[in-house]
């Protein structure tokens, strides 16, 4: 069994100026054979939202949805930390809300961390939460639970925003999270936030000088093929592969050269 990845070991590896890499699963296959090959990190991002249910937004996600997804990726998991993302509406309508849900995540699902999107606002959510022993991993950014407050999914921080950005990281910092999410940030801000904290950042659509990256694993191995932002790299065309593979079970299927006689059964 491989040692597991802990907020320690993350935290060395920043220290060392090693690069963390997060990749998002929901499911248990995915989550195993990312695992295998050594990930160091494994996010459950509302994100499933978009790319499995087919929803627009993240913002319908819920809790219990969030809590089968997470629970299934930590069965299938040995050694990379698991995070769980906190959906929309779970956290900030009071802090005793928060805590309770991100104890669900922890508790009934088995993840070993959980993130929340925004800035100050949350502080003392997560002071709460990181006293009773609940890891915390700040997204600041582009939050795409506020999508209709930003008015769309536009890289943040430009201008104005940039000295915001910083003030909410170091916010978060003191507020005791472990890491944190830059998404869709210029890639010189990122690197003053980055320089600026004694945390991780990990970026996704922040340029390569955050202490890790993370991608949606769906965008990143091409499944997910009409999303072409451009950050993003797709280390594989599976889309292809599925239509591909399914079309010739489907001709092979109806020419009945499926299955031949190496799977059948015989008397
Ligand atoms: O939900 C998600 O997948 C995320 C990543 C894009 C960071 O939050």
Redesign the pocket.
């Known amino acids: 069994m491989p040692a597991p990845v802990t907020l320690r070991t993350l935290q060395n590896r920043y220290e060392k100026q090693e690069p963390i890499t997060v990749i998002?699963a929901y499911d248990a296959t995915f989550a195993r054979l990312v695992d295998e090959v050594g990930i160091d990190a494994i996010?459950v991002?509302?994100?499933l939202g978009n790319v499995i249910q087919g929803f627009r937004t993240?913002i319908p996600v819920t809790l219990d949805e969030m809590v089968y997804h997470t629970a299934a990726v930590v069965r299938a998991t040995r050694r990379a930390h698991v995070i769980a993302?906190m959906p929309f509406g779970s956290y900030g309508a009071s802090v005793e809300d928060s805590v309770r849900s991100a104890a669900r995540l922890l508790k009934e699902a088995g993840a070993h961390a959980v993130?929340l999107e925004g800035g100050a606002a949350f502080v003392p959510d997560i002071r709460r939460m990181v006293d009773i022993g609940i890891p915390v991993m700040g997204?600041l950014g582009l939050t795409?639970q506020s999508v209709h407050k930003l008015g769309g999914y536009s890289v943040q921080g430009r201008g104005d925003a940039g000295p915001q950005l910083l003030q909410d990281a170091l916010a978060l910092q003191e507020a005791g999270v472990y890491a944190i999410?830059l998404?869709m940030v210029p890639a010189d801000l990122a690197i003053e936030v980055t320089q600026a904290l004694r945390i991780p950042t990990i970026g996704?659509g922040a340029g390569n000088g955050t202490s890790g990256q993370?991608l949606?694993g769906y965008d990143m191995l091409g499944l997910n093929d009409g999303f072409s932002p451009k950050f993003l790299k797709r280390y594989a065309n599976l889309a292809d592969t599925v239509r591909e593979a399914t079309a010739t079970y489907i001709s092979e299927v109806g020419d009945r050269s499926f299955p031949g006689p190496e799977h059948s059964f015989k008397r």
């Open positions: 998002t996010l991002g509302d994100s993240t993302d993130k997204h795409p999410v998404e996704i993370v949606v």
